[in-house]
């Protein structure tokens, strides 16, 4: 950062004193600039000179930032007791545990339990089930002081000789929920407990309120483990200019991106004008477009969308690891450009521009390896499986024969050099996603050509996460193509004449690393 300060600062500079003497300062590739053009650029130019990539594209392991942000997708889930607990930030369709903020008995002997659950701070979409001891509850439903009670009616939570049930088929529980954009106390809660007043709304908190009889034979346990099945957030779609109206639109990565992001009780509190809702690229809506698609599966019919995210996460956790951990569900990146956030799904781009022989002003570095030396030849994606309740689990380990064959010394046996890494996607719920996720993600890290190019100024409209195409003689490339990690301005010496150029630090790409045969799928092991 230091060095790009120094850039920024050198570059004002040199801005100012032709701007004082009128005089023409030499763009690189673009001729002589006027102190009246140059004045009307500066504040762009000095600006792009910190253009470089926000995250990684967290295509490989995350970060322990994006870990212990993310971390409680891969728990148990099962709401409890804690008097400093942060709100959870719920996205998508998952299951949560929540937080128990109020619980006391009543009744002779107290045989009737009361407890007030929260499960998100802030408004969502729906409670679809609650789930006690890992039974998805079943219901029925009646209206009761002003409130919809849910009656669950699962022979489990019922025993018609407990002289304390609910109803005359013996239920043992029934509860309300509250999605969070309620004004006024729930008139069922408030009717049951004492403790309770027309003060106590709960006010931009989701939370179910339970009621439990005391069953020796059914809780004979004690408490039975709650949890519950939700619909998160309404987020805004830039595409439709509204709140989402649909679960497609609710998982959608680039959108809960851009929520968080935006979000100023619990977010970045990013202004409107500092994200890129463009359909261009690094544009929110082009992301969210990129998610959108179907890509069909093993079967060659059923088909999915190709990233959603489905999960949770909280108020106290640092705001780079959430982007890190949403980021991994779609292979996605970020980066911060000429003052917007840009983003952008893990998809092949079409380059719109080249680098040649021509266009370099100095001589070039080239690094052929990793920065740890490490290469994988293997993968072990873990995932939130939603057909099996969101417990977390591994996807089926893939091993590319291409990349051991090529790791293997001549003569050795290849069992000797299988390297796996693996990567956690806590908002992936599907075997499927995780899969290609996994792919690309071993792809991604086998691309480890890099280098450092200078070139004139018309390479400053490339941003981070671009891709450029690279044809150099020497090298033996011919529009091969790499991403732009950074974009830099500079200022280098041509004679007596300082000169602008654009510093590009980038790094080779294909588009095979996002490519995913329906016949790629594989099944348990």
Request: glycine fraction near 8%; charged fraction near 15%; hydrophobic fraction near 40%.
């Amino acid at each position: 950062m230091a060095k790009q300060i120094k850039q920024a600062v050198t570059i004002a500079f040199v801005v100012y004193v032709a701007y004082l003497t009128g005089g023409a300062l030499n763009i690189g590739g673009f001729g002589a600039m006027t102190a009246a053009e140059l004045a009307a650029a500066a504040a762009s130019a000095a600006w792009l000179t910190f253009a470089t990539t926000l995250g990684a594209g967290l295509i490989g392991k995350m970060t322990s930032k994006g870990i212990q942000a993310s971390a409680g997708n891969f728990g148990t889930k099962v709401a409890g007791r804690a008097p400093l607990d942060p709100r959870q930030i719920v996205y998508g369709h998952c299951r949560v545990g929540g937080t128990i903020v109020h619980m006391e008995t009543s009744g002779i002997d107290n045989h009737k339990l009361h407890m007030v659950i929260v499960v998100a701070g802030h408004e969502i979409e729906a409670l679809t089930h609650m789930r006690l001891n890992d039974i998805n509850t079943t219901t029925g439903t009646s209206t009761i002081s002003g409130s919809t009670v849910y009656t669950v009616t699962n022979p489990d939570f019922r025993n018609a000789l407990n002289e304390n049930k609910f109803d005359s088929d013996g239920a043992l529980v029934r509860y309300t929920f509250s999605d969070g954009s309620q004004t006024a106390v729930d008139g069922y809660m408030n009717a049951q407990l004492s403790s309770m007043g027309t003060s106590d709304k709960f006010l931009g908190l989701a939370y179910v309120y339970v009621e439990m009889i005391f069953d020796s034979e059914k809780f004979g346990g004690g408490i039975p483990s709650t949890s519950f099945k939700v619909k998160g957030k309404n987020v805004y779609d830039p595409r439709t200019s509204a709140v989402a109206s649909s679960d497609l639109q609710r998982s959608n990565p680039a959108l809960i991106i851009r929520d968080f992001l935006f979000d100023t009780e619990y977010g970045i509190k990013a202004e409107a004008s500092e994200l890129n809702d463009t359909t261009n690229a690094g544009g929110f809506a082009s992301a969210a477009n990129t998610c959108d698609q179907n890509v069909t599966l093993a079967d060659g019919s059923d088909t999915e969308r190709r990233y959603t995210a489905n999960g949770f996460t909280n108020y106290s956790a640092n705001g780079e690891g959430v982007l890190e951990a949403l980021l991994s569900s779609m292979a996605g990146k970020m980066s911060y450009v000429n003052g917007q956030f840009n983003v952008f799904a893990g998809a092949s781009q079409s380059p719109s521009l080249t680098i040649t022989d021509d266009d370099l002003l100095s001589p070039l570095s080239l690094s052929t390896n990793t920065s740890t030396g490490d290469l994988y030849n293997s993968i072990k994606p873990i995932y939130v499986d939603a057909s099996l309740d969101y417990t977390s689990v591994d996807a089926e380990v893939y091993r590319d024969s291409t990349m051991l064959n090529a790791d293997t010394p001549s003569g050795e046996s290849t069992a000797n050099y299988v390297k796996q890494m693996e990567t956690q996607l806590p908002f992936t719920v599907t075997d499927t996603m995780a899969q290609r996720l996994g792919r690309i993600a071993l792809k991604s890290q086998r691309q480890v050509t890099s280098t450092s190019v200078l070139v004139s100024l018309k390479f400053m409209q490339l941003q981070p996460n671009d891709w450029v195409y690279f044809t150099n003689e020497r090298l033996g490339y011919t529009q091969k193509i790499f991403e732009v990690l950074s974009t830099n301005m500079e200022v280098i010496q041509d004679g007596e004449v300082p000169v602008l150029a654009t510093r590009l630090s980038i790094r080779e790409i294909e588009a095979a690393v996002f490519n995913f045969a329906t016949n790629d799928y594989t099944t348990g092991q």
